[in-house]
């Protein structure tokens, strides 16, 4: 299985209401990001947290690492329909310089 | 502002054929990759370069071959194309260890 996987593969939400998503991984890292990607277009980096950091904050967006559990969030704050994408995150685990990406959790984000 | 560029966002390619695939940005960083993207499979690295002429295979080289002549540009290429590499190819680039990747639009390669 993959070194990070999604969870919900799918999410359905009304605008407004917020949107969590989760990463599990399965060895140590030396950072998390999170990107999103729109339908058949490129990713877009929104967040990186380092592994010793716990929770970081752009925008409506809250990421947060817990590394004992191996595991991530994102959560989106009053999502908006322009939130619909698809969210996915890479650990950079520092060997090999580069990153593994998860399968992504698609969000609609419904009017 | 950052700039990563692929030389198509659609092809269709027959199957035997040659196909190129090309990567260019323009933020003068050393590191590129190529990716493929297929659905429930999420994104698999099949090369990556860190430096020019330098190219190290990622988790699906099979099939693939790639060059790096210049800095900013990264060529992915089929030698001979079959209806399982039909998929979204992404390039992307980064200037170091621990730092973001900037991605392509992304190129959708069908092969007949």
């Known amino acids: 299985s993959q070194q990070g996987e999604e969870d919900p593969q799918a999410l359905s939400i009304q605008e407004g209401e917020n949107a969590t998503m989760n990463c599990s991984y399965k060895t140590s890292i030396n950072n998390l990001q999170w990107y999103r990607q729109n339908s058949g277009r490129g990713l877009v980096h929104l967040i990186l947290i380092r592994s010793n950091e716990r929770e970081k904050h752009s925008g409506r967006l809250r990421v947060t690492l817990d590394t004992s559990k191996k595991s991530s969030s994102l959560l989106i704050t009053a999502s908006r329909a322009a939130d619909t994408a698809s969210y996915f995150c890479a650990t950079d685990t520092g060997g090999g310089n580069k990153l593994t990406f998860g399968t992504g959790t698609q969000l609609k984000v419904e009017l | 502002d950052v700039k990563v560029t692929q030389s198509s966002r659609y092809l269709v390619k027959r199957t035997g054929e040659k196909v190129f695939l090309e990567c260019v940005q323009d933020m003068d960083h050393e590191n590129m990759f190529w990716y493929r993207q297929d659905p429930g499979l999420g994104l698999r690295l099949i090369y990556f370069?860190?430096?020019?002429?330098?190219?190290e295979k990622g988790d699906i080289p099979e099939g693939y071959s790639v060059s790096r002549e210049k800095k900013e540009r990264f060529s992915l290429i089929l030698e001979s194309a079959s209806t399982n590499q039909t998929s979204m190819y992404l390039c992307?680039?980064?200037?170091?260890?621990?730092?973001?990747?900037?991605f392509g639009p992304g190129t959708r390669l069908t092969v007949l």
């Open positions: 370069s860190y430096d020019v002429k330098m190219k």
């Open positions: 992307a680039s980064r200037v170091g260890w621990a730092d973001t990747q900037y």
